[in-house]
């Protein structure tokens, strides 16, 4: 049973005919008073409600009706109800702990999956996670964090929510991704990776959106967006974290409406995705210092997966080398080498800050060079590995990254783009970390 609370007869009656038309069955109330009296006699599977009951638009009576519905019925999810230019109301409700938030005039094939999407997770929390059918699209490990992260996304990616990957670089966020997007319902339609950090400004709409022939000086024949290539499939957005506030507006709008218009052409299309978004920048912290919109960030964090770091997750690094040793003999035609007992033990001990693709590159360096057994020698004798400190000799890991850093940079004579090549890591982690620990 979903309730629907708004004072508009009308928003009311056509919210209940849409949703019984879609077989749902419904509930109804005009006035907090008339909902909380209903919040208490009877469970819901969602509500829905608005945020303004009286003249004042300040959306105060929506909060509180929203924080006592919390306090009667905590684990049904509620949608807010508002309009396009109020959005900062619906952020101030997702902080009170409402699930999620559409603007008027909605789009009724949107809202439809939204109501879909809160009742189909919120069954899922208690499900126990079936085994033999997730397809883990190569994801190597069997540590508890790792199976952890596994299990929420077999839970979540039937469903159409909206999920942030969080991880440093080289942790496998894409494959995440991936992963998702596989064990979904989207998965016979297009999975398509846009990495919004190498988008430029100038471009973003054209790459995003598509253009017409003709649209702008260079436009000699019209150009499908990714978000129309992605129809019907998952758009995985990586580097969110790099994307300027005036491309952020232009993206929220997409996302909150499923709708864009191509450069050149006025006539607005409609686009059926499922977005997944990730990034190594700590976006709460954007907000808080206004580099990235706080109601784009509510609207892309419906779920948040945490992608643990190698240094995090040591048990699985022999099933990595492993892995990487055959794949990268197979790839090179070289016969299968075997790995030392001191070569092992010693992959087990560095703090990768490059993480998974700095081991990768590390073994298939070693297979290269190694012979039949790869020795310790074959990975010490690196660029950038001898001044990766032992994790255990003390000192935190910010000390550990902060002096691996400061080395790498000495070596390299301050050129960013060979440190970044020691490291293991995209020249753009590395100013990142450069800024965090005061290097630049």
């Not at 499939?233 to 218009?261: A, N, P």
Request: hydrophobic share 40%; net charge neutral; glycine share 8%.
């Amino acid at each position: 049973m979903i309730l629907i609370v708004d004072d508009d007869d009308t928003v009311r009656m056509s919210l209940g005919l849409l949703l019984k038309r879609a077989g749902y069955a419904t509930d109804v109330a005009a006035d907090p008073g008339e909902a909380l009296d209903k919040v208490r006699s009877r469970g819901y599977d969602l509500v829905i409600m608005d945020m303004n009951y009286s003249r004042a638009t300040t959306g105060e009576e929506g909060i509180a009706l929203l924080r006592k519905v919390r306090i009667f019925q905590p684990d049904t999810p509620v949608i807010l109800i508002t309009a396009w230019g109020s959005i900062e109301l619906a952020v101030e409700g997702m902080k009170a702990g409402a699930y999620d938030f559409i603007t008027k005039p909605w789009t009724n094939r949107v809202l439809l999956q939204r109501i879909e999407t809160a009742l189909s997770l919120n069954s899922r929390q208690d499900l126990p996670v079936c085994n033999g059918t997730f397809d883990r699209c190569g994801i190597i490990g069997n540590d508890k964090a790792l199976v952890e992260l596994l299990s929420t996304v077999e839970r979540i990616a039937p469903t159409d929510a909206p999920v942030l990957i969080l991880g440093e670089n080289g942790t496998g966020k894409e494959m995440i991704a991936n992963a998702i997007h596989a064990n979904s319902r989207r998965k016979e339609n297009p999975f398509v990776m846009v990495n919004l950090g190498g988008i430029a400004q100038s471009l973003f709409e054209s790459e995003m959106f598509g253009h017409t022939k003709g649209a702008f000086t260079g436009a000699v024949a019209a150009r499908k967006g990714r978000f129309e290539l992605a129809d019907k499939g998952t758009i995985f957005l990586d580097e969110i974290g790099d994307l300027d506030m005036s491309c952020q507006v232009k993206l929220l709008r997409v996302l909150q409406q499923h709708t864009f218009e191509p450069l050149g052409e006025s006539r607005t299309r409609k686009v059926d995705i499922r977005v997944v978004c990730a990034t190594n920048a700590d976006l709460a912290a954007m907000v808080g210092d206004r580099t990235f919109r706080e109601d784009l960030f509510y609207r892309i964090n419906l779920i948040t997966l945490h992608v643990p770091a190698l240094r995090e997750r040591r048990g699985d690094i022999p099933l990595l080398v492993r892995h990487f040793i055959s794949a990268s003999a197979e790839a090179n035609g070289l016969r299968l080498p075997e790995i030392s007992a001191d070569a092992m033990e010693y992959l087990t001990r560095l703090p990768y800050s490059g993480n998974i693709r700095q081991l990768r590159n590390m073994v298939e360096r070693a297979v290269l060079i190694g012979g039949d057994v790869l020795q310790k020698e074959a990975f010490a004798s690196q660029p950038g590995v001898e001044m990766q400190p032992d994790v255990r000799k003390g000192g935190t890991l910010g000390q550990t990254e902060r002096s691996v850093i400061e080395d790498a940079l000495a070596k390299a004579d301050g050129n960013l783009a060979q440190a970044s090549r020691i490291l293991g890591i995209t020249r753009q982690t590395l100013y990142r970390r450069m800024e965090k620990y005061g290097l630049k």
